[in-house]
Nanobody, 125 residues
Framework: QVQPVESGGGLVQAGDSLRLSCVVS????????IAWFRQAPGEEREFIAA???????NYGGSAEGRFTIARDNEKNTVSLQIDALKPEDAAIYYC???????????????????WGQGTQVTVSS
């Protein structure tokens, strides 16, 4: 059973940094492509970043160089570092799993099969 579980969200001030974590159960973790999406109220789910088994990363346009994705295969964990947080970064951040593996790094949410419950990030100005 593949189950992503996010953590690390919270209330922060604009300009702060935050590291989100996603732990994924499943013995084939090292082959999965893992992504982070976010969704603000009234908005569509937005692709932020993803990383494949070779540690190749792909970032969405909103990442703006302030987001860094990384993975630790020994801990079945993918992290998302967010620096210089802005109020517009406030959203629920979701971790998603593309279990097919390979070099593909999808950016469309419908291509991901497994989703976590999300972690809320709130940014005060």
């Amino acid at each position: 059973q593949v189950q992503p579980v996010e953590s690390g969200g919270g209330l922060v001030q604009a300009g702060d940094s935050l590291r989100l974590s996603c732990v994924v159960s499943g013995k084939s973790f090292m082959y999965y492509t893992i992504a982070w999406f976010r969704q603000a109220p009234g908005e569509e789910r937005e692709f932020i970043a993803a990383i494949n088994w070779r540690h190749t990363a792909n970032y969405g346009g909103s990442a703006e160089g302030r987001f860094t994705i990384a993975r630790d295969n020994e801990k079945n964990t993918v992290s998302l570092q967010i620096d210089a947080l802005k109020p517009e970064d406030a959203a629920i951040y979701y971790c998603a799993v593309y279990p097919t593996g390979g070099l593909n790094i999808p950016t469309i949410s419908s291509q991901y099969d497994y989703w976590g419950q999300g972690t809320q990030v709130t940014v005060s100005s």
